[in-house]
C-alpha cells in the first residue's frame, strides 16, 4: 500500500502542494480529480521522484521512501507515466519498452508475454519507431513501458488525454484487468470525469494543492464528486 502523509511542495517561493495525505492500496483504483492547475501532476511527481518533496513523508509497504530519486523510486516498486507519454520518438517500440529495463536487477530484463497480451498491438508494432505511432499507441507503449517494471504502485497522469474513444475503452480495460489481478496500486490522475468516476474504487479531490475530499465509492455519490472538482 501506498501512504502520503501531509505532503508539501513547493515550485521556488511558489507552494503548490499544502499537505496532502491519501493511500493507494492494491488491487485498487485511486482517481486524483480536480480542474487544471491544482497540483494533480505535482503530486504524481512527487511520489515518482520526479520533483523534490518539501515536507510530509511517503510510505510503501510500510516502507518509508525517503526523497526518492526517480531512479529510487522505479527500484522501490513506483511506476510512473507521465502526461504527454514521453515515448522516445527514434527507438522502437521494443527498445522503448526495455528502457524498462534500467531498475530491474540482472536477471528480471525480460519482456513479460502478459505485456503483449494486454497490448496486442504493441506485438504487431514492435520494430516500428515509437514517433510513428498514434497518440493512443504511445499511451499505450508508455503505460507497458512502465509495467515492465514489475510495479507496486501504477501512476498514470492523464492517460485519455488527446486518445480517440475506442483507445480510451481499451486503456479502461487494462486498468480494470490490472486492478482484478490484485497486486498493483493504480493512482489515477484524470480529468475525463466519467472515465475515472467509471473505474475508480476511491476519489481524493484537490483544490489548490488541498485534499477537498477523499472518500471510497460508496461514500460518494456522482453529483457530490461532480461538484468538488469542478470548483
Ligand atoms: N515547473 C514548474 N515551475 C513553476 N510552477 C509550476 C511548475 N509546474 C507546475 N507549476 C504550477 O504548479 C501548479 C500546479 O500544477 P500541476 O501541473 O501540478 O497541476 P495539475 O492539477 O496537474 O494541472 P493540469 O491538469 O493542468 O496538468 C500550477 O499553478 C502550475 O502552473
Known amino acids: 500500500m501506498l501512504e502520503i502523509a501531509d505532503l508539501t511542495l513547493k515550485y521556488g517561493q511558489s507552494q503548490i502542494l499544502n499537505g496532502i495525505s491519501m493511500t493507494a492500496k492494491p488491487g485498487q483504483v485511486t482517481a486524483v480529480m480536480g480542474t487544471n ?15 523534490p518533496y518539501s515536507g510530509g513523508t511517503i510510505t510503501l509497504d510500510g516502507k518509508p521512501l525517503d526523497h526518492p530519486t526517480a531512479f529510487q523510486a522505479a527500484r522501490a516498486g513506483i511506476a510512473y507515466v507521465p502526461q504527454g507519454r514521453e515515448v522516445f520518438p527514434l527507438l ?45 499507441q504511445q499511451q499505450q507503449l508508455a503505460i507497458a513501458r ?7 504502485v501504477l501512476l498514470l497522469d492523464e492517460p485519455t488525454e488527446g486518445i480517440q474513444p475506442n483507445i480510451i475503452k481499451q486503456i479502461g480495460r487494462v486498468i480494470e484487468a490490472l486492478r ?52
Not at 119 to 124: G, H, T, Y
Not at 146 to 152: D, G, K, M, N
Not at 198 to 213: I, M, P, Y
Open 146 to 152: 512502465a509495467l515492465i517494471t514489475r510495479p507496486r
Open 92 to 136: 522502437t517500440v521494443t527498445e522503448n519498452l526495455t528502457t524498462g529495463f534500467a531498475c530491474l536487477p540482472r536477471g528480471g530484463k525480460v519482456i513479460p508475454p502478459r505485456i503483449y497480451e494486454l497490448f496486442p498491438v504493441l506485438a504487431e508494432m514492435k520494430d516500428r519507431r515509437g514517433g510513428d505511432l498514434s497518440g493512443g
Open 180 to 231: 482484478g489481478e490484485g497486486e498493483i496500486a493504480i493512482v489515477l490522475v484524470e480529468q475525463y470525469f466519467d472515465f475515472a468516476y467509471n473505474l475508480a474504487d476511491e476519489f481524493v479531490a484537490l483544490n489548490r494543492g488541498s485534499v477537498v475530499l477523499r472518500d471510497p465509492k460508496a461514500k460518494v455519490d456522482r453529483a457530490t464528486l461532480l461538484s468538488r472538482v469542478s470548483i
Open 37 to 51: 492547475g491544482v497540483g494533480k501532476t505535482s503530486l504524481l511527481k512527487a511520489i515518482a521522484g520526479r520533483h
